[in-house]
């Protein structure tokens, strides 16, 4: 499934929000020195809750069986989570939208790597098309805000080579401001 890093969580569940429908998904991670959560919040097409109690069960899916066959990234999540102490929290109500919160104990031997988390961010906010994706990330008490509707009003053209190039460019700073470490 290659879900061998806390972004690639992250993607997975975006992913998820972006393939229910959602017009408009909000992904918060905030960091500190042991944790690290990450919550999803979505208006998608949301879930009842005999869908919501399977959730987690293995090849259990609400998405079309043609489409997909298979839903381990949810049990993937729970199970990467409570390995290092820390939970994974779904919210859902159909026809309003879902909230996915996962926080890891990142000090757990356990622990999964955090990856790559400016190319997971970059691609989100280049991926989403008509969905309206906004990102705050905090870590330590430095944050940055930014969605792709911001994005689009400063590039116009977000699928452009340079206009990716920038996006990736502008998230990397933005973690540099966050994860760098304050000199004394």
């Known amino acids: 499934m290659g879900l061998r890093t806390i972004s690639d969580h992250i993607m997975d569940i975006v992913q998820n929000s972006f393939n229910a429908g959602a017009s408009k998904v909000t992904l918060k991670i905030e960091q500190n020195k042991n944790w690290f959560c990450f919550q999803v919040e979505d208006n998608g097409k949301g879930m009842d809750q005999e869908q919501l109690s399977k959730i987690f069960d293995p090849f259990y899916t609400t998405r079309d069986p043609r489409v997909r066959r298979v839903g381990l990234g949810l ?9 290092t102490g820390g939970s994974t ?3 859902s109500t159909k026809g309003v939208g879902t909230i996915v919160k996962a926080c890891f104990d990142t000090s ?6 955090i990856g790559e988390l400016s ?7 280049i991926s ?9 990330r905090s870590k330590d008490g430095r944050s940055y805000f930014i969605s792709n509707a911001q994005l689009k009003e400063l590039l116009k053209d977000l ?18 401001s966050v994860t760098e470490e304050v000199s004394q």
């Open 75 to 83: 049990p993937f999540l729970k199970q990467a989570t409570e390995a």
């Open 89 to 91: 929290q779904i919210k």
């Open 128 to 136: 989403s098309n008509d969905v309206e994706l906004t990102v705050y």
């Open 159 to 176: 699928y452009s080579p340079s206009a990716i190039k920038f996006v990736y460019q502008i998230i990397e700073e933005l973690e540099k």
């Open 119 to 125: 190319d997971s961010i970059s691609t989100l906010l």
């Open 108 to 113: 757990h031997v356990d622990c999964q790597e």
